[in-house]
Structure formats: C-alpha cells, structure tokens
C-alpha cells in the first residue's frame, strides 16, 4: 500500500509545507525534521520554481527567496537535502513543484531518485488529469504517487480525476492561489463525499488553512489538512529560529485536526 | 473581403507534434474544456462567422494593403518586398484580429469580463477597445516594469475604460503578467474570459489565435496573386510568442515552395543573456499551460528575457512554432536591437514608414536575404505594428533628447 496513503490509517493527518532552500540548505533540513518532531504525518517539500502560477504571494516570496540564495539551484541539490532528512526522519515526503523541473531532469531519472530517497509523491499543480499520461506509468513503476487536485469546480471531473487517484487527494478548498484565508468554498462535504463514492484513497484539504479551528473544521470533512503559506510564513519570520516554532505550530495544528469540533 | 476560413486547421486536437496540450491548474480545465466547445461550435456558425467578417471589415478596417515596397525592392537589389500592412488596422496592430475573435466568442459565452496580460500595451489597448466596444468590464495585468516605460499606452487603456494593474511580482515583466492575468481568471472563472494575446497558452488559445490572425495570410495570398498571379517565395514575420507570424504563415503552410521564416529578437545578440531568441536558444520544456520551447536554465527555472522589442520580450514561442522549426518547415533567425533599430531607421527613410520596433526585426531579416535573392522572387514581409510608441525609446537608444 502506498505509504501516503498509510499515513492517514486511523485518524486524521495534518500535512505541512515547507520550500526546499528557504532560506538554504541546512534550514530546509532542521524545518523539515522540526515538521516531523512535531508530528506531521506527511511533509511536503516544495521545490522552488520561477513562475509558481498556482502559488499566492507568500509561496511565491519563497521560492523566489530560495532562487535568490541560488539562481540555479540544481534538482540534486534538493536531492541532496532530501538524503540528509532521511539519516534523521522516516516522516513520509511528497514534493510540490511545477511540471517542468520534472520534465527537465527526466521523468524516469526523476521519479527514480524519489523511490532511493523515501519521496513517495509528487504534487504537480500544472499536470491536469488530461496531461499525467506522460508522467503516470514511469512514477507508478517507481512507486511515487501522482496526487491530483481537485476543485470546488471540478464538477464532473471529479470522478474521473479520483479513480485515477493513489496516494491520497488534494482538495483544493477554494477559487484562485494558495495563501491564507477566512472561508472557504460551500460545498466541500459534497466535494468530498462524491470522491468517497469512487475510491477509498483518503482525501486532504489545503489553501488558505492556517488556524486550528480552521484545521478542526476542515479534517471533520476530509481526512487531513494541508498547510503551506502559514509554515513559510514561520520560516519567513523567524529564520534559524524557525525549526522550534515549526514543532510547536505542527503540535496545535496536529491536535486539532483530531479535535472534536466546537458546536 | 471573403469570410476568414476558420477551417483552415484540420488539426484541432491541441498537439503539434509533441508540443501544446493543457497543462495548466485543475481550476481552469473545465473553464477551457467550454472555450474549446464554444469555439469548435461558433466557428461553424453562420451568424458568428458573419459578426466576425463585419467587424472585421468595419470596425478594424481590413482588408490590410498588400503594398509593393518599390523603393526598398530597388535599393536591396534582389527579391521584390511587398510589405502587408497590418500597422494600418484599428488600433495600429495586428493585435485587434484575435482580440476581436476572443471577445465575440466571449459574449456568445455569456461572460461580461476580458482579462488579459500585456508587454508593451499593444494588446492590452487592443483589449480594451473591444471590451469598450462590446460594453464589458476590462482588466489588464501588465508588469509594473512595463508600467513605468509604458505610460502612454497605460493611460491609453484606461481612457478606453480598462483598468490596468500593474503587476510586482517576479520580474515583473510580461510572463510575470501572464502569472498574474491566470491567477486572477482562477479565482473568477464564472464570469470572466481570459483573452490571450499570443499563440501560446494552454489549447484551445494557440488553435484559436492561429485561427483570427490567420486572416493576414487568407488576404496576401489572394492580394499577391491578383497582383502578380504567383505565390511569394518566402514570407517573414516576427516572432515574439509567434501570433502575427503564425497568422502570416497559416496559408502557406502547405505550400512547399514557400519559405517560412520567423525573425526572432536577439537582444543583444543569440550567445549573450541579454536576449529572447527562444528558438536558437532554448530547449523543449513545459510552462504557461503548453509544452513547447523556452528559455530556461538546466534546472527548469524560466530565465529573465531580453530585447528592446517589448513585445517580442517573452521566454516561450507557441507551440506550433516549435513544431514548425523542429519539423525544419519554418526556419527562425535572431535579429539583434542594433539590427532592428537600423532598421526601423531604414524603412522610414526608404518607404516613408514608422514601422514597430518588433516588425523592423522582420524587415531587417528582409534587408539581409532580399539582395541574396532573384528579381524575379517574391517576398512577403508582416509589418505587423506601427511605431509611434517606439519613437521615444528609438531616440534614446540613440543617446537623443526629446521631450515626450
């Protein structure tokens, strides 16, 4: 079984975002090992990339931040990183980044080092259901998940892009970028309960989630919460120090996730 | 003016080869997945293809002048140089052919907001003028680097009643725009159509932009014959995302004996950073909704462009151009500032013609084939803008001193 999708075995996860390099090398190791301690269930690595089009303003800071420290930042380099989290944490990784990083370095060269690293999915928000047929057998044969988005407008696509699914699905809670938010789309519940008609693969919300209630209320209809802009804003604000404030965000935003809601 | 032959396209799929496709967010996919249906029914339809043909003709004033450049032909010494005159459509460019399409196919789709992105203004002032003519609201995303060089043209689209926002993120530049001009359309899709300016873009835009523009070569290919009873033996255009050369290369496509030729911005020369031939020297990649050619470095981060060309300033090329120079039908050649700066000088002087600084690449490749060839062939160059706008920037570049 996916090892993703282990990740949501009886309760709910919360699963943090982090840009690889913001601000360099070591931080993205202590940030993401600090996510883990704190007890994140899957950590996504993002994968800086010039033109974040799915990306609000703080991931785009990032990434641009993490360009800065090193305009070419090559894919090995991030692979690098990857392999020194690895000597400290088995968290479950996923890697957020746009197509054409992917594309670049090879998908089987890519999707390969994933497997040797412990990298069991890929978030790509510029691969549509219609485009992953390049990308899917080549990431299937090296067991990474391909984890689709699905929106509060995807309609009837939304069958189709969830029997596709492995790993676990990636509601897109509202219109537009991501980055923090007050509300969200109507209608997620029934989002969610139409992907739960066509596979068992667990579902996590994500953009603009940033408070535990928030947290709370979005885990009661899916099976986790995705939070990224809050995270880089902690990495953004506090720097070296980041690592401890990342642990205790990951606590409060772990417990509540498996809070009871407030009624 | 015959109807436009919105057939011309046999290939509607979205693929050029291995280049095009969708990639773009999950958010936008069933909002193109409409545009694609909406376009493959209007283009079939009697009465859109009338409203088209109409505006066409009154509101933008075409047919464009195929116009014999006797003097130039003269003073190179070889090929004849017609020169098609898309500088003189409303609005001054060859822009206003898509946008008119785009924004008639917005209404019959019911939606009452035009978003589009913008380098040097040309197609954001294109923009607003339809959206002013059809009575829609506007907003154009246009970086704020461009803002600041542009401010004519920037005032221009708001006196057209469109509101223009001036984009700071990235480099903010024309690509940035684009980000900018998605990112916004993500958030509102009900209501709102996102008019691409260039051949590029996830599909349907590549297909459809084709398809408006390819009315430049729809016209020349029948003003060439009844003037001269031959086809041109080559035709250029430049090249910036490729929409007024993939609308002046349309008709000749499956003329073999017709040469294609893309005059691409060199900036300050192909083996310097400072340029944006993307063709020469870019690689296959994936970025703005299409698999095509871009600038980029070995990671896949998408590199800052470069040319005093506002308009030809963007780091990818359509998708069916990329299948055009991979397929060797078309061929693209760099054009330095200092090339097309002299010839912007040139065609003045010779032909009495302030020609945009993106079409003088274009007319500099012209100056440099055009002796190499016979007397008795043919040459069809797009001047696919004017350039009032460039006069300031020229003078500059010149180390002159005019107040604007």
């Given amino acids: 079984m996916s090892k993703l999708t282990d990740a949501f075995k009886n309760q709910k996860a919360f699963i943090p975002f982090v840009a690889a390099n913001d601000p360099d090398f070591e931080g993205t190791v202590n940030n993401v090992v600090a996510l883990a301690k704190g007890g994140a269930d899957i950590v996504e690595l993002g994968i800086p990339f010039s ?13 641009l931040r993490a360009l800065k420290a090193d305009p070419d930042l090559p894919m090995d380099t991030i692979f690098d990183m990857v392999k020194e989290i690895r000597k400290q944490t088995d968290v479950p990784l996923a890697f957020l980044t746009y197509l054409n990083i992917v594309f670049q370095y090879g998908y089987e060269a890519f999707t390969a080092r994933c497997e040797e690293l412990g990298i069991y999915g890929l978030v790509i928000p510029d691969m549509p259901l219609e485009e992953r047929g390049e990308l899917a057998p080549i990431a299937e044969k090296h067991n990474v998940d391909l984890i689709p988005l699905v929106t509060p407008i995807s309609a009837d696509r939304i069958e189709k892009i969830a029997a596709a699914a492995t790993g676990f699905i990636y509601v897109v809670s509202s219109l537009g970028v991501t980055g923090e938010r007050s509300e969200f789309a109507n209608g997620l519940a029934d989002l969610v309960n139409r992907i739960r008609k066509v596979t068992d693969v ?24 995705i939070v990224g802009s809050a995270c880089v804003n902690i990495v953004a604000e506090y720097g070296r120090q980041a690592p401890a404030k990342l642990t205790d965000y990951t606590k409060q935003m772990k417990a509540a996730v498996n809070a009871n809601p407030v009624r | ?60 004033n075409r047919p464009s002048l195929l116009y014999y450049a006797e003097r130039m032909t003269k003073d190179l010494g070889g090929a004849q140089i017609y020169l098609k005159r898309e500088d003189l459509n409303h609005t001054g460019a060859h822009k206003i052919n898509n946008v008119i399409g785009q924004a008639l196919l917005a209404k019959h789709m019911g939606k009452t907001r035009l978003i589009a992105e913008t380098g040097a203004g040309q197609h954001g002032v ?38 223009v926002h001036p984009v700071t993120s990235g480099s903010m530049v024309l690509k940035d725009a684009i980000n900018a001009a998605l990112q916004d359309w993500t958030k509102r899709v009900d209501d709102t159509f996102y008019l691409m300016g260039s051949a590029t873009g996830p599909h349907p835009y590549p297909l459809m932009v084709r398809d408006f523009q390819s009315v430049i070569s729809q016209e020349s290919k029948k003003q060439l014959k009844e003037k001269t009873g031959k086809l041109p033996d080559m035709v250029v255009a430049c090249v910036g995302g490729g929409s007024n050369a993939i609308g002046s290369f349309a008709n000749y496509i499956d003329d073999p004996s017709v040469q ?3 005059a691409e911005a060199a900036g300050k020369g192909v ?46 090329v359509g998708p069916e151009h990329a299948y055009l120079a991979k397929t060797g039908r078309a061929q693209y050649v760099g054009i330095t500032d200092d090339e097309a700066v002299q010839a912007f000088e040139y065609i ?39 350039g009032d706008k460039d006069v300031a920037s020229i003078a500059k570049y010149r180390g002159v001193d005019i107040d604007e």
């Fill in chain 2, 271 to 316: 083996e310097t950073e400072l340029t944006a031939a993307t063709v020469e020297r870019g690689s296959d990649g994936i970025f703005h909704g299409m698999k095509s050619m871009f600038l980029q470095n070995k990671t896949g981060q998408i590199n800052p462009v470069y040319s005093i060309s506002a308009g030809l300033d963007y780091p990818g």
């Fill in chain 1, 51 to 63: 033109d974040p089009i799915a990306d609000g303003p703080v991931i785009q800071a990032a990434d």
């Fill in chain 1, 202 to 225: 667990p579902t996590a919300i994500g953009f603009g989630i940033h408070t535990p209630e928030q947290a709370t209320e979005m885990a009661q209809i899916a099976d986790g919460a």
């Fill in chain 2, 126 to 163: 294109a923009t607003a003028t339809i959206a002013a003519y059809f009575g829609m609201e506007c907003e154009i995303f246009m970086g704020k680097k461009d803002t600041d060089r542009q401010r004519l043209n920037v005032y221009r689209m708001e006196l057209l009643g469109a509101k």
């Fill in chain 2, 348 to 386: 003045a002087k010779t032909e009495g013609i302030v020609a945009a600084i993106e079409s003088c690449h274009a007319v500099a490749y012209v100056e440099k084939i055009a002796p190499k060839m016979r007397k008795d062939q043919i040459i069809v160059c797009t001047l696919s803008g004017r």
């Fill in chain 2, 1 to 60: 003016m015959t109807e436009l032959n919105l057939e011309l396209n046999k290939n509607t799929s979205g693929r050029y080869g291995e280049y095009g496709g969708q990639y773009i967010p999950e958010t936008l996919m069933n909002e193109l997945d409409r545009m694609t249906k909406a376009y493959e029914h209007y283009k079939n339809d009697p009465e859109f293809k009338t409203e088209l043909h109409d505006l066409l003709v009154d509101y933008a």
């Fill in chain 2, 260 to 262: 294609l030729v893309g």
